[in-house]
């Protein structure tokens, strides 16, 4: 999982590194903020414990052993922004001193592991131990899983990483002046590695130190347990000025969606039925799969399915727009404004389910 | 804590093992540091910008021979820094080597493009560019690795958190770094031993469930000793008067060699840039 140099372009690493600043500015405000001077010997000792719990040979079923990283736990006991500066903190160290995960390439490890991994750690964590009691064993299972799909989703986000290298960065020859392997190698690769030891490395792990913390220390799980009984990770999403520079790096982003028309030809695997028969398109899917050429005609499946649905805005392009760029920009505005409206009203639905589930605690206090 | 190679055995073997090596690492790494050598004579921040733009110019390059040559320029310093060549390419470049050599190797099959051979009994097809590919994979990873453990072989930590600071890394990140590599030290050794204890006590096989709990239990036991450490050193620091600003005291001075060095690793790495473009 840990990146080393050479594996991705110096472009890649930083835009990953451009990726990760927001969040690590974010989390340290947001420590500083709720830990004050505790920030730094807290962050540290966390940090620590994390690099050697990553160095732990952990026996798994079959015989075989594997180690984890062990963000879901992080994330569990520190909260995301705890865990996100803990993470990056033991892959500094390792990329620096131990040559684990090359020195370029930290941003990259940073943004999958510490980032990716933490924050989908504490979602699924959240999501699934939902209200139960601290001492419920439904917490031991959210927190194993959790560990699972964290370390699962870090990897398929390097998977990616890795096989978008040979598409975009090739020499003279056409030789792939990077991570070699495409897509369709890099994502199984990784995965099946991920999805059976690695997953399971991280699994036992975080399920297992969770149920010891619940019989020994259980007020450690207690600051990412909902309703929060320790303010460590400032889990309210409501410190709306610490999501400035999330703000403002999603409005730079969709100022730059225009970009996306420099880019020539249609994206892999999103061909239309009308390109099979176009022969320049023919040419175009062939060059972008290996050589391989597309079939004759198109597939049927894709040909009868095609029209089933048309998009209101087709090709990022609304028809009442004569201007590309404007229309690439306001389909972005558009498709964001969606996502935010969607989000905005499933979190304000939850906020109406727990204020009546915590009057019903108090009826039955 | 002696060089010597262990033998491998069991899963709190190899863990014992591994949180070993890490200790011996950063013993070999102080004492190195403490040389008289070119690059420990540098200044710091000399070495940190100038082995990153040698690391950059590696990752920028694409000509293999041009990142060849950077290679030679890692070994080359690490000769002149009288490093142990030894310790640097067998315990550390040749195992990352290995490891991306395997990865590389099916490049050399999987990459479409010119045919120049086939693979003896299995009769796969090899192509110019797989084994171009391959050929950077791992000359690059072997450069890099070489570079990035000439600034921590030659340098001790403290002093490359303290040239950090040259680059704007804010204080308070730079503090936690520093205070996280004390404690690594000190866990790693608490951790060895709870897995000593536990090891000379046990006798027979340990089923696969007492293991995993073994291990879990041991990784809990070291996470509230941490977060009781923390909670420690924090009044600790408060005794001293620690109110949340750090301070960090920057007497590095850079003498004539420094600005030599400095300008020749930028020289090295743009004129590697520009040949390998």
Same mark, same amino acid.
């Given at each position: 999982?840990?990146v080393p140099d050479g594996y991705l372009?110096?472009?890649?690493?930083?835009?990953?590194?451009?990726?990760?600043?927001?969040?690590?500015?974010?989390?340290?405000?947001?420590?500083?903020?709720?830990?004050?001077?505790?920030?730094?010997?807290? =962050?540290?000792?966390? @940090?620590?414990?994390?690099?050697?719990?990553?160095?732990?040979?952990?026996?798994?079923?079959?015989?075989?052993?594997?180690?984890?990283?062990?963000?879901?736990?992080?994330?569990?006991?520190?909260?995301?922004?705890?865990?996100?500066?803990?993470?990056?903190?033991?892959?500094?160290?390792?990329?620096?001193?131990?040559?684990?995960?090359?020195?370029?390439?930290?941003?990259?490890?940073?943004?999958?592991?510490?980032?990716?991994?933490?924050?989908?750690?504490?979602?699924?964590?959240?999501?699934?131990?939902?209200?139960?009691?601290?001492?419920?064993?439904?917490?031991?299972?959210?927190?194993?899983?959790?560990?699972?799909?964290?370390?699962?989703? @870090?990897?398929?986000?390097? @998977?990616?990483?890795?096989?978008?290298?040979?598409?975009?960065?090739?020499?003279?020859?056409?030789?792939?002046?990077?991570?070699?392997?495409?897509?369709? =190698?890099?994502?199984?690769?990784?995965?099946?590695?991920?999805?059976?030891?690695?997953?399971?490395?991280?699994?036992?792990?975080?399920?297992?130190?969770?149920?010891?913390?619940?019989?020994?220390?259980?007020?450690?799980?207690? #600051?990412?347990?909902?309703?929060?009984?320790?303010?460590?990770?400032?889990?309210?999403?409501?410190?709306?000025?610490?999501?400035?520079?999330?703000?403002?790096?999603?409005?730079?982003?969709?100022?730059?969606?225009?970009?996306?028309?420099?880019?020539?030809?249609?994206?892999?695997?999103?061909?239309? #039925?009308?390109?099979?028969?176009?022969?320049?398109?023919?040419?175009?899917?062939?060059?972008?799969?290996?050589?391989?050429?597309?079939?004759?005609?198109?597939?049927?499946?894709?040909?009868?399915?095609?029209?089933?649905?048309?998009?209101?805005?087709?090709?990022? #392009?609304?028809?009442?727009?004569?201007?590309?760029?404007?229309?690439?920009?306001?389909?972005?505005?558009?498709?964001?404004?969606?996502?935010?409206?969607?989000?905005?009203?499933?979190?304000?639905?939850?906020? =109406?389910?727990?204020?009546?589930?915590?009057?019903?605690?108090?009826?039955?206090? | 804590?002696?060089?010597?190679?262990?033998?491998?055995?069991?899963?709190?073997? !190899?863990?014992?093992?591994?949180?070993?090596?890490?200790?011996?690492?950063?013993?070999?790494?102080?004492?190195?540091?403490?040389?008289?050598?070119?690059?420990?004579?540098l200044d710091p921040r000399v070495k940190?910008?100038?082995?990153?733009?040698?690391?950059?110019?590696?990752?920028?390059?694409h000509r293999a021979e041009v990142i060849?040559?950077?290679?030679?320029?890692?070994?080359?310093?690490?000769?002149?820094?009288?490093?142990?060549?030894?310790?640097?390419?067998?315990?550390?470049?040749?195992?990352?080597?290995?490891?991306?050599?395997?990865?590389?190797?099916?490049?050399?099959?999987?990459?479409?493009?010119?045919?120049?051979?086939?693979?003896?009994?299995?009769?796969?097809?090899?192509?110019?560019?797989?084994?171009?590919?391959?050929?950077?994979?791992?000359?690059?990873?072997?450069?890099?690795?070489?570079?990035?453990?000439?600034?921590?072989?030659?340098?001790?930590?403290?002093?490359?958190?303290?040239?950090?600071?040259?680059? !704007?890394?804010?204080?308070?990140?730079?503090?936690?770094?520093?205070?996280?590599?004390?404690?690594?030290?000190?866990?790693?050794?608490?951790?060895?031993?709870?897995?000593?204890?536990?090891?000379?006590?046990?006798?027979?096989?340990?089923?696969?469930?007492?293991?995993?709990?073994?291990?879990?239990?041991?990784?809990?036991?070291?996470?509230?000793?941490?977060?009781?450490?923390?909670?420690?050193?924090?009044?600790?620091?408060?005794?001293?008067?620690?109110?949340?600003?750090?301070?960090?005291?920057?007497?590095?001075?850079?003498?004539?060699?420094?600005?030599?060095?400095?300008?020749?690793?930028?020289?090295?790495?743009?004129?590697?840039?520009?040949?390998?473009?």
């Amino acid at each position: 999982m840990h990146v080393p140099d050479g594996y991705l372009s110096p472009a890649t690493c930083a835009a990953l590194y451009a990726g990760a600043a927001p969040f690590w500015f974010v989390a340290l405000r947001r420590l500083e903020r709720t830990l004050h001077t505790r920030l730094v010997p807290r =962050v540290s000792l966390f @940090a620590a414990f994390s690099f050697v719990v990553m160095m732990f040979n952990i026996p798994l079923p079959g015989g075989t052993t594997g180690h984890a990283v062990g963000m879901a736990l992080a994330a569990i006991v520190l909260g995301p922004a705890g865990a996100i500066l803990a993470i990056s903190t033991a892959l500094i160290i390792q990329a620096f001193f131990f040559g684990d995960g090359g020195i370029t390439a930290i941003g990259a490890n940073c943004f999958n592991m510490a980032i990716v991994g933490s924050l989908v750690a504490f979602v699924v964590y959240r999501v699934l131990a939902g209200r139960a009691p601290l001492d419920s064993p439904r917490r031991v299972v959210a927190a194993g899983l959790a560990g699972y799909v964290a370390i699962n989703a @870090a990897a398929l986000v390097t @998977a990616i990483e890795f096989g978008l290298q040979p598409l975009l960065f090739l020499d003279a020859s056409g030789a792939p002046l990077y991570c070699p392997y495409p897509l369709s =190698v890099a994502v199984p690769a990784m995965m099946i590695g991920h999805l059976t030891i690695a997953g399971i490395a991280e699994l036992v792990l975080t399920g297992g130190v969770v149920a010891f913390l619940q019989r020994t220390d259980p007020a450690l799980l207690a #600051a990412t347990a909902g309703r929060g009984v320790m303010a460590i990770a400032g889990n309210s999403a409501a410190a709306s000025g610490g999501l400035r520079p999330l703000w403002i790096t999603l409005g730079v982003l969709l100022v730059l969606t225009p970009l996306g028309l420099l880019a020539g030809g249609a994206a892999w695997g999103e061909w239309q #039925a009308s390109d099979f028969s176009d022969a320049a398109s023919r040419q175009a899917i062939a060059a972008a799969s290996l050589g391989q050429p597309p079939p004759a005609t198109p597939p049927r499946g894709l040909e009868r399915f095609s029209s089933t649905w048309t998009a209101p805005l087709p090709d990022y #392009a609304p028809p009442f727009l004569r201007s590309a760029p404007v229309g690439y920009a306001l389909s972005a505005m558009f498709g964001a404004g969606l996502v935010i409206l969607a989000i905005t009203g499933i979190a304000a639905l939850l906020r =109406v389910r727990q204020r009546a589930g915590t009057a019903d605690d108090t009826v039955r206090l | 804590m002696s060089g010597n190679v262990r033998p491998r055995g069991g899963f709190a073997e !190899r863990t014992v093992n591994g949180l070993l090596e890490a200790m011996e690492r950063a013993m070999l790494a102080e004492t190195n540091a403490a040389g008289t050598g070119w690059l420990q004579r540098l200044d710091p921040r000399v070495k940190l910008a100038g082995l990153l733009s040698l690391v950059t110019a590696v990752a920028m390059s694409h000509r293999a021979e041009v990142i060849a040559a950077l290679f030679g320029v890692g070994i080359a310093i690490a000769i002149a820094s009288r490093l142990p060549l030894s310790t640097l390419l067998s315990g550390v470049s040749l195992a990352t080597v290995a490891f991306s050599s395997a990865l590389a190797l099916p490049a050399i099959f999987l990459t479409p493009g010119r045919t120049v051979g086939t693979a003896p009994v299995v009769g796969w097809t090899i192509t110019a560019q797989g084994l171009t590919t391959a050929g950077y994979l791992v000359l690059r990873v072997a450069a890099t690795t070489t570079l990035g453990f000439l600034l921590v072989f030659s340098t001790r930590w403290a002093h490359v958190l303290k040239a950090l600071r040259a680059f !704007r890394v804010p204080v308070v990140f730079v503090v936690i770094l520093g205070m996280t590599y004390r404690y690594i030290l000190l866990l790693l050794e608490a951790a060895r031993d709870m897995f000593d204890a536990r090891r000379s006590r046990t006798v027979g096989p340990l089923t696969g469930g007492e293991r995993r709990r073994l291990v879990t239990q041991g990784a809990g036991v070291l996470l509230a000793k941490s977060l009781h450490l923390s909670g420690e050193v924090f009044l600790a620091m408060q005794a001293r008067g620690f109110r949340g600003e750090v301070y960090l005291l920057d007497d590095f001075v850079m003498a004539r060699t420094d600005w030599i060095a400095l300008a020749s690793c930028a020289g090295v790495a743009l004129a590697a840039m520009w040949a390998g473009r």
